[in-house]
């Protein structure tokens, strides 16, 4: 057992002094919305946008690596309020949803790149992994409270441009709640839906 576990040590010491480290900056769009627990109200999605940096360690030779980041990410929602009477006698009309988060995401990719030369110009790649949110502010939507965070996750596919630029689009979804109203009990929603992102990589 203790050669098992010197042997993995051994090699995940190996594999981490190969891996090559470079960190870019981030910018992307969402077209997102909030998905209650149960349908009273329609929701309509609204588009957010996303700005960041990110740093990308791939093992070289099995395409393998992980990326992680810190980036500030827009959640935006139209909420119909008006079509039930709860809200309504209080005069709520459809009302946008907006919350501005801190978000750290740690993924876990894949970049092909056997291709003869070719993945100089284009390589494609996929990745996924747990988002992690701390709410930093929100427009204060009245009929609403806030968490103060919330774990989602994301997956993507896409492709590298001349070593340089990583265009990619995907899918996230919340696991936790991001809001609830006030008047109703369980009555919480998670975001979810599309988003573009392009990385361009300084070193």
């Given at each position: 057992m203790k050669r098992?576990?010197?042997?993995?040590?051994l090699a995940v010491g190996v594999l981490t002094a190969s891996a090559q480290f470079r960190w870019g900056v981030t910018a992307g769009f969402n077209f997102e919305k909030q998905h209650f627990k149960q349908d009273l109200i329609d929701v309509?999605?609204?588009a957010g946008f996303s700005a960041g940096v990110l740093g990308e360690l791939m093992f070289p030779g099995i395409g393998l690596g992980i990326d992680f980041g810190l980036n500030y990410e827009q959640h935006s929602s139209k909420l119909h309020f008006e079509q039930r009477e709860i809200w309504a006698s209080d005069g709520f009309d459809a009302m946008r949803s907006t919350i501005h988060l801190i978000q750290i995401?740690?993924?876990?990719?894949?970049?092909?790149?056997?291709l003869n030369g070719i993945e100089s110009k284009i390589a494609p790649l996929l990745y996924g992994g747990p988002v992690f949110n701390i709410q930093a502010g929100h427009n204060g939507v009245a009929?609403?409270?806030?968490?103060?965070?919330?774990?989602?996750l994301q997956c993507a596919l896409?492709?590298?441009?001349f070593t340089k630029l990583q265009v990619t689009a995907g899918y996230y979804w919340d696991m936790t709640y991001e809001t609830r109203t006030r008047k109703l009990e369980n009555f919480s929603a998670?975001?979810?839906?599309?988003?573009?992102?392009?990385?361009?990589?300084?070193?």
């Open positions: 098992i576990f010197t042997l993995v040590l309509d999605a609204q995401p740690i993924n876990l990719r894949f970049k092909y790149t056997r009929p609403l409270e806030y968490s103060a965070g919330s774990i989602g896409g492709a590298e441009l998670k975001p979810q839906g599309w988003q573009v992102k392009v990385v361009y990589f300084i070193k």
